[in-house]
């Protein structure tokens, strides 16, 4: 607290300073310990029946007739997998363990299942209460194993989606620079307006994959974890930038705006950690069949993020950066999406995909933060000049036309 | 006898003739992810299923194998289905002064967890700890007392079906739990009947597993038979208003499991009644014979002959068949989705059963 007297010198009588750091703690470890050993609750859970809440977080299909259910206990207590039903018939499984889950406890199950090829499957777990926990595929189809096929066609997707649009935006640089100081804001305004365009399709990414976490590992909060910590995160990361270059007295003082190529750093880290999100979510769905990987889908995604290269490059255009950190830079904020995808095709999981997610979008906040405070250093009125708040505008329109292209 | 198993050269041909036109490539992609599965099933990967030119094959084999349950589905504690299906209860019998047969029978409700599949329990209501209630028999005319105790935690009744006075019928009096009330009536007419808790909410007492099948034998009696009980029931067991678990006698693929052992040739009488809540119809479906259908037992003298009946909620009906041939005959619900969800079961015919094995002969030599 800022009001409360500091001491001039740590006391030196009474209890060790030890004792009293501690004393609290024990002090919560025997109410813990008497709370297990009275066990007051116990009459509640006498009269309630236990509350079971498994998720089935992937379904993959590894061969023809073989199924495989990857399950988390998300619930408070253990619970017991009794029986498994597949399109309303009870089917035999094998458990790689024990079929009593503790919480937050994982396991896989493997069905020899008739499985159709492009058809939908029901898949229901029965607990030894009698409690039944779904999940339907939509779409069944061959997982995808670890192969050059696969690994090379998320890997040029990944260089499609990151890399390339950082250099096409690199292409814009020499362009930047022959301009006017204003239209260098009303650029940086754009990338506003298209990182504003970013932080909602990330937001709402987050929250799509967020519905599929199990109870247990606590979405919201897994989501308040991931924007803060890129915010905060970020932030510092920034003024460390600015301390290493020993720039402007504000920077100095850790709360001015950054300099132009610490930003373009920050949204190249931004872009990236939003793309590794974006790249679990793309190959989870591949292989689950709920996207088809046309050309025009790839086409679409290097559109769309060509505009995250201009955003990159826009704060250095009133520099002179080495041709390297161009390099750096969209590898920073491509590879994380070849990555995603290759991680998120093989072994996705809803929860570190909301985690990461959350992250880019956290990220994605962050910059806007550190552009509009660029833009104000030179300009008092920010964004709001008419120049400025047209190219933000412009730059949400261009975000939702390229948008339209990558519906999958 | 297995199924013959088509080469890949056959299927290919068949393919080819068959599909020709429509999707070659399909047909031969297919082709090559069987012979995938075939390989993988050689080389011993595939741990479970074996094929079906598998060593391990049963009667079922292939997929057939892996459809169905983890574990074997036993007797539960205080119910047994094998025993369920051929147990009568006649209930004491005394004669009256006026040589009237009078029978009596101690029920008591009492709440208990069963096991409906292997590992899942569901919190039922029954009638002696058992669901379905015991079946219990008598003949036209005999003078029936059913003295029952209410030890569960909610008021229950016992409604029987057949033709008694109104007020021995089980709507009227409610029986309070720590209460008891002794019903009484002559019993008739002859047939099938059923009997189940008549307090409301009505479905949730009768889905929780107060039922059971009541007969009354004709007087001049039946032909005697290897003769069985079948409840056709299920579960609600996530309570969602729809059923998860289908069987006869509660517990699912029971019969699939252990096989209703029956001589060939032999006359077999089932009491088959249908107390499944939550889906309107269910049936009862015999593979490889046919059977007499008398609807609701009631006439000796009238049936119709098939291999699949349907029973609304409530109804039951005696069926009678002899089967021909030896070896598995299948039995089950003709609504697929009820049959793979556990209301399946296997007749097994052998030529010669010893004397007292599988099914037997009844009406038992106890009744008179």
């Excluded at chain 1, 396991?107 to 090829?117: C, I, K, S």
Aim: proline fraction near 7%; charged fraction near 20%.
């Amino acid at each position: 607290m800022s009001d409360a007297r500091p001491d001039a010198a740590p006391r030196r009588s009474g209890p060790a300073r030890w004792f009293l750091g501690l004393l609290p703690l024990a002090l919560l470890a025997g109410l813990v310990a008497f709370f297990f050993g009275a066990d007051p609750t116990a009459p509640f859970r006498d009269a309630f029946p236990p509350v079971e809440d498994l998720t089935i977080e992937r379904v993959s299909f590894p061969e023809t007739g073989v199924m495989r259910l990857h399950v988390v206990n998300g619930g408070p207590e253990a619970a017991t997998i009794a029986q498994v039903i597949v399109d309303d018939a009870f089917w035999q499984f094998e458990i790689d363990g024990d079929p009593t889950l503790p919480r937050l406890a994982r396991a896989t199950l493997e069905l020899d299942y008739p499985w159709v090829e492009g058809e939908l499957h029901a898949i229901r777990l029965v607990t030894s209460t009698g409690l039944t926990f779904d999940r339907e595929v939509a779409v069944a189809t061959l997982s995808p194993r670890p192969n050059a096929l696969y690994l090379t066609t998320f890997g040029l997707l990944g260089l499609y989606a990151g890399v390339i649009p950082v250099l096409v935006g690199l292409l814009w640089y020499p362009f930047l620079r022959r301009i006017d100081r204003k239209w260098i804001h009303f650029y940086l305004s754009l990338t506003v307006g298209l990182l504003a365009f970013l932080v909602v399709d990330a937001f709402e990414d987050t929250l799509e994959a967020s519905a599929l976490v199990p109870e247990g590992f606590q979405a919201a909060g897994l989501i308040a974890v991931g924007v803060i910590g890129a915010v905060v995160g970020l932030r510092a990361l920034g003024n460390l930038g600015r301390g290493r270059s020993g720039g402007d007295s504000a920077g100095a003082r850790g709360d001015g705006p950054s300099p132009g190529l610490t930003v373009a750093y920050l949204i190249a880290i931004s872009i990236g950690l939003h793309n590794l999100g974006e790249g679990l979510a793309i190959g989870a769905a591949f292989s689950l069949g709920e996207i088809a990987l046309g050309s025009f889908l790839v086409i679409g995604f290097a559109l769309h993020n060509t505009t995250e290269g201009l955003a990159i490059v826009a704060p250095v255009a009133d520099r002179r950066p080495a041709l390297r950190h161009f390099a750096f830079m969209g590898g920073i904020a491509g590879v994380p999406t070849v990555l995603g995808a290759w991680a998120g095709g093989f072994s996705y999981s809803p929860t570190l995909a909301t985690f990461f997610l959350a992250l880019g979008a956290g990220a994605i906040l962050q910059v806007i933060i550190e552009v509009t405070r660029l833009i104000r250093k030179s300009w008092p009125q920010g964004l709001f000049t008419p120049l400025n708040a047209t190219g933000l505008l412009l730059g949400l329109l261009i975000m939702y036309g390229t948008a339209l292209m990558v519906t999958a | 006898m297995r199924p013959e198993r088509l080469s890949r050269r056959d299927w290919l041909k068949l393919g080819a003739a068959g599909v020709a036109g429509v999707s070659g490539a399909t047909v031969l992609d297919l082709a090559s992810r069987g012979g995938a599965r075939e390989a993988l099933a050689a080389s011993g990967a595939m741990p479970r299923a074996p094929g079906v030119d598998g060593a391990a094959a049963g009667p079922h084999a292939g997929h057939q194998d892996a459809m169905g349950i983890v574990g074997l589905p036993g007797p539960d504690g205080a119910f047994d289905p094998g025993a369920f299906l051929t147990d009568f209860d006649y209930g004491e019998v005394t004669t009256r002064a006026d040589g009237r047969v009078v029978r009596r029978w101690r029920m008591v409700a009492l709440d208990r967890e069963i096991e409906i599949a292997p590992g899942v329990f569901f919190p039922a209501w029954t009638y002696n700890g058992q669901v379905p209630g015991p079946t219990l028999r008598c003949t036209e005319g005999d003078i029936l007392q059913v003295e029952f105790t209410n030890a569960g935690s909610h008021p229950h009744t016992i409604h029987f079906h057949g033709t008694h006075p109104p007020e021995m019928d089980g709507f009227e009096p409610i029986v309070e739990p720590g209460q008891r009330f002794t019903y009484e009536f002559e019993a008739k007419p002859f047939g099938l009947h059923l009997y189940h808790c008549h307090t409301m909410p009505l479905k949730r007492h009768i889905h929780k597993g107060l039922y059971g099948a009541f007969i009354v034998d004709p007087p001049e009696g039946r032909e005697p038979a290897r003769e069985m009980v079948m409840v056709m029931n299920a579960f609600d067991s996530n309570l969602d208003g729809d059923n998860e678990v289908y069987a006869v006698n509660t517990s699912a693929f029971y019969y699939h499991h252990h096989p209703v052992r029956v001589g060939v040739n032999d006359l077999c009488r089932i009491y088959l009644v249908n107390t499944t809540e939550f889906d309107l119809i269910n049936s009862f479906h015999l593979h490889a014979g046919m059977f007499k259908v008398f609807r609701t037992g009631t006439r000796a003298d009238q049936y119709e002959l098939t291999d699949t009946i349907m029973l609304c909620q409530g109804e039951r009906h005696v069926l009678e068949f002899r089967l021909e041939h030896p070896g598995m005959h299948m039995f089950h619900a003709h609504q697929s989705e009820f049959a793979e969800l556990g209301w399946m079961g296997f007749f097994e015919a052998v030529d010669r059963l010893a004397a007292g094995e599988g099914v037997p002969v009844g009406p038992a030599p106890r009744d008179v």
